[in-house]
């Protein structure tokens, strides 16, 4: 008697959907979003969690902004002066006056210059032999500085005992000698104080009439005119913290579900492996977008690093770096059985990929069979893209040869990730 319903309510009554039937874009986009909502709450429902993706990339940003740098400032000196006359106390004053040397010291015997060096008590001794003003009333100018550096005797370096300070050559009557067991600082220290030996005898020589130069060099600087380090290392650091924030979720993703014993409730679900490879990669996606918008506001507003080009071109090349990392990321995770394994994927490749990457040296100083490497470094082309946008202003069609290689690679890497997914699903 009541096995049919009248017409008028069965046309009203909706028809129930099938549960696993159903494979329309519609219902696909509704179990993706389902699950993308639930990698989000399972990542934030964590307070560890919540402040490990928010906390420490600032941080790293701060530290990083203000510690990378190649820039000297306050390098300790001391000075011998052995002329003791006006011109070498002017010279000793301009010398204390730069920004980039402290004078600690005043030297006025031979024994203190090693003294000085080896206890680390200075980087650089300034020496300015006798006879220093008559040189200039005689040659219109300082002559060019003598260089030796504390250290560079590898074999007295490593057996404790110090070189004998040399002796500056007659033509030359002043001589700088740097603390050469850090290279680089040296080398920097150096070349500064010959630039400002250097000018002292061309201001010098045009106050006391003395000949002027046959030709004078000046240097500009395209893009960064002040040579601030901090322009060049920041841009570097959006690449670095988006990356390494981006595959410790991705990384994390499929490990952790293995570790809590709730990956096996996931494959008993309606999910096919596609649906489930974009779900883990969604948040991890989504969180590094948000921390390299982050990172860049950080950059112009708080570092004063110019933006000179595109957002358009700078979010086409993070994106698709974004693809990259975390297809590798999900290859990590789909490898690895616990968190520890997973983490220690991506510090196993984290390391390498920013040193190949050009980040802190020059990719054309290394060994050329590693700057082949460094071809498949997706790292290596978004930092010539962030690099570009940022300091040369650098168009979309300017960095295309640097987008296409990080297309391919975030192409190939999503493709080994969702084979190696579906490999260990099955």
């Known amino acids: 008697m009541h096995d049919r319903l009248p017409a008028s309510i069965a046309a009203r009554t909706p028809a129930k959907p099938a549960l696993s039937g159903q494979t329309g874009p519609l219902t696909t986009l509704h179990r993706l979003l389902a699950l993308i909502i639930k990698e989000f709450l399972t990542l934030l429902k964590d307070p560890k969690s919540r402040t490990v ?23 300790l000196c001391a000075i011998y002066d052995e002329d003791r006359s006006a011109a070498s106390h002017e010279l000793a004053a301009r010398v204390a006056g730069s920004p980039t040397f402290r004078v600690v010291a005043d030297i006025d015997r031979d024994a203190d210059i090693a003294r000085h060096l080896d206890a680390g008590q200075v980087r650089l001794v300034l020496r300015i032999g006798q006879g220093f003003e008559r ?21 007295a370096a490593s057996s404790g005992t110090s070189p004998a300070p040399a002796q500056a050559p007659s033509h030359a009557v002043i001589q700088a000698i740097a603390d050469g067991r ?7 220290a150096l070349n ?26 000046v240097v500009r600087s395209w893009h960064n005119p002040n040579l601030l380090s901090r322009w060049f290392f920041v841009p570097g650091i959006v690449v670095m913290v988006t990356m390494v924030v981006t595959l410790i979720i991705t990384a994390l993703s499929v490990a952790r579900e293995r570790e809590q014993g709730t990956f ?6 309606p999910y096919r492996p596609t649906e489930l490879l974009i779900g883990k990669a969604a948040p ?43 297809g590798i990321g999900l290859m990590i995770s789909s490898l690895s059985v616990t968190m520890q394994q997973g983490l220690l994927g991506m510090f196993l490749f984290t390391m ?47 960095l295309a040869p ?7 690679i975030g192409a190939g890497c999503m493709a080994a990730a969702g084979w190696l997914f579906r490999h260990r699903i099955q």
Request: glycine share 8%; charged share 10%.
């Open 402 to 408: 640097q987008l296409w290689p990080l297309a391919l």
């Open 192 to 217: 500064y104080m010959a630039s400002i030996v250097d000018d002292f005898g061309a201001r010098y020589a045009a106050a006391h009439g003395g000949q002027p130069r046959p030709s004078t060099l």
């Open 264 to 269: 096996d409730q996931i494959l008993v679900t």
């Open 53 to 75: 993706v928010i906390l420490p990339p600032l941080l790293q940003t701060i530290i990083f902004g203000y510690a990378a740098t190649f820039d000297l400032v306050d390098v």
């Open 182 to 188: 850090n290279s680089n600082t040296a080398g920097l």
């Open 352 to 398: 390498p990929a920013a040193i190949l990457s050009g980040f802190a040296t020059p990719i054309a100083n290394m060994a050329e069979p590693v700057q082949w490497l460094t071809y498949v470094n997706p790292m290596r082309y978004v930092l010539i893209v962030v690099r570009g946008v940022f300091l040369e202003g650098a168009d979309l069609a300017l």
């Open 284 to 326: 991890g996606f989504l969180v590094g977008l948000f921390e390299a918008s982050l990172i860049v506001a950080m950059a112009v507003f708080w570092f004063g690093v110019p933006l000179r080009g595109s957002l358009l071109t700078l979010y086409a090349g993070l994106v698709l770096f974004l693809f990259s990392v975390v």
């Open 135 to 155: 040189a200039l009333t005689l040659r219109g100018a300082a002559g060019t500085p003598a260089a030796a550096a504390d250290g560079a005797d590898s074999a």
